[in-house]
């Protein structure tokens, strides 16, 4: 079965500038999630959805992102306008429950530069 | 809220010796417990998990036992290989919110 689809690999753009990411879960995953990867830590969750609704935004910026996940499938998370601290991985992930166990699987994840 | 602390790295090893990286945990509830790796250039992959108290997780020969009453899930394995260096993220979800909380993270680098 083909893997979470995460593109493009890797951005640079100058601060103020916008961004996006596109995500595409592995098929028939209801729940979607956006890390935040800096460099020398842990990933960070920023946001997850299940099919379209957001359960948990709480961590997310959001007075400079946003994501969205139309039709409970793609993913688009956003960033404008960038600052110098958004350079990070932004790792995307898909889950099923099975029996209790949500197992995520993480997608090759954007490495985001910002200058 | 909850958290996980594992050890600082880098880890260096000589091929074969034993592995140990600690990770223990804060949490509400009872947690799921999990090791995920992350070679050079990839993603995240899951290692190994266990969901209850003195639930042993295994694969690819490490293994991790969660230890309720120490808060801890340390990562071990027998006989290290070149091809374990990598990044090694210790990490928990709650049970109803799935989310993973993550541990920074402990380089492991192993010569030949």
């Known amino acids: 079965e083909a893997g979470v689809a995460q593109s493009p690999r890797y951005k640079i753009i100058e601060k103020r500038q916008s961004v996006a990411f596109w995500c595409n879960p592995i098929?028939?995953?209801?729940?979607l999630y956006w890390y935040q990867q800096i460099l020398g830590q842990g990933p960070k969750l920023l946001i997850q959805?299940?099919?379209?609704?957001?359960?948990?935004d709480s961590q997310l910026p959001k007075d400079r992102f946003s994501a969205e996940r139309l039709k409970g499938v793609d993913s688009t998370l956003k960033i404008q306008p960038a600052k110098l601290e958004d350079s990070a991985v932004y790792l995307c992930?898909?889950?099923?429950?099975?029996?209790?166990?949500?197992?995520?699987?993480f997608g090759p994840g954007t490495r985001l530069t910002v200058t | 809220g909850d958290s996980v602390t594992q050890m600082e790295g880098p880890v260096t090893l000589s091929e074969e010796a034993f592995l140990t990286i600690n990770c223990t945990y804060t949490?509400?509830?009872?947690?799921?417990l999990f090791w995920y790796v992350q070679y050079p250039g990839e993603g995240l992959q899951l290692l190994l998990k266990a969901t209850k108290a003195d639930d042993k997780g295994s694969n690819k020969g490490f293994e991790a036992t969660y230890r309720k009453e120490t808060t801890s899930f340390h990562l071990e394995k027998g006989s290290v290989q070149v091809s374990d260096s990598a990044v090694y993220f210790c990490?928990?979800?709650?049970?109803?919110?799935?989310?993973?909380?993550f541990g920074t993270g402990t380089r492991l680098l192993v010569s030949p």
């Open positions: 098929s028939g995953h209801a729940t």
């Open positions: 990490a928990l979800s709650n049970t109803g919110f799935q989310k993973l909380v």
């Open positions: 959805f299940q099919n379209n609704g957001v359960v948990d």
């Open positions: 949490a509400t509830g009872y947690p799921s």
């Open positions: 992930a898909s889950s099923f429950p099975d029996r209790g166990s949500y197992e995520q699987y």
